[in-house]
């Protein structure tokens, strides 16, 4: 079998009907929840979200949130706004920026910025950049920064400041998940999830942020097949077509450049191949690079499952309790 994006392809009418039921049985059944909460943000996976439990529940039984805050993209809102209009629901926005500022989010991030770019202050904008596991090596971050006067600014960031760094953005998706669940348990609703296949697989998640759930319909969906869907359901194009940013920094961002090994198209196959034991050389001549960065790229994908294993852990009791389930967060 020749690897390249064939292997990924889906019928989308017959997936999407699969998961709405899916949606329908969870809901009844077992989460004895009136209807779903969808966090919005103007990105693709969101938006699928949002379209299946449309589908599944009607518009009438699905409540969208728009979450903004001070580094949101400009458009992010425009576009879930666009989003909600298309679907036929009424969105609720709170900017979500005085309730992180309490917290002191972004005062620990620029502390911690401070610390390797002494400069920085306000009007600079910044991001984090990934760099080293594909190319076998150890990974690292560097940030990179933006002053007022549009110079760019680069330094490695040591363990501290990134852990720090990591530690106060994190705020935002779970301040963002409190709202979803404030809003869930007034209306009897279930929290709707929105991780992709590569994001639920690599833990590219906060845990009691983005990765907190009741349901989550398109986890085992490679971002492929999440695009896919949105062609079915013709969601505006301008989501439909939108390349995967995280919306978490100020400087505009991809999610490969801050911490997937490849562009997602290319991911999604490298994901696909190790999983279905495919060599590397045929993954090499399927993305077109060397069989040894391929190794490497089944090493970083390997390691990152293994640093975030514990993001996919429930509580951890010590002792047994007869009588109660519970499941992964």
Known sequence: MKLDASVLRIDPAAEAERI???LREVLTARLRRRGAVVAISGGVDS???AALAVRAFGPQRVLTLILPERDSASDSSVRAHALAAH?????IEQDIAPSLEALGCYRWRDEAVRRVLPAYGDGWRMKLVLAGGIDGRINYFRIVAQSPDGARHEARLGLGEYLQIVAATSFKQRVRKTLEYFHADRMNYAV???PNRLEYDQGFFVKNGDGSADV???AH??????YAL???FRLPSDIATAPPTTDTYSLPQSQDEFYFALPYQQMDLALWALDHDVPADDLARALGISEQNARHIYADIRAKRRTTAPLHLSPILLGEVHGVGGGAD
Do not use: M, N
């Open 47 to 49: 938006a699928v979200c």
């Open 192 to 194: 709707i999830g929105t």
């Open 87 to 91: 679907l036929g629901v009424e969105p």
């Open 230 to 232: 949105a062609e079915h």
């Open 221 to 226: 969906l490679y971002k492929s097949q999440v």
């Open 216 to 218: 989550k319909p398109i």
């Open 20 to 22: 709405c039921v899916g």
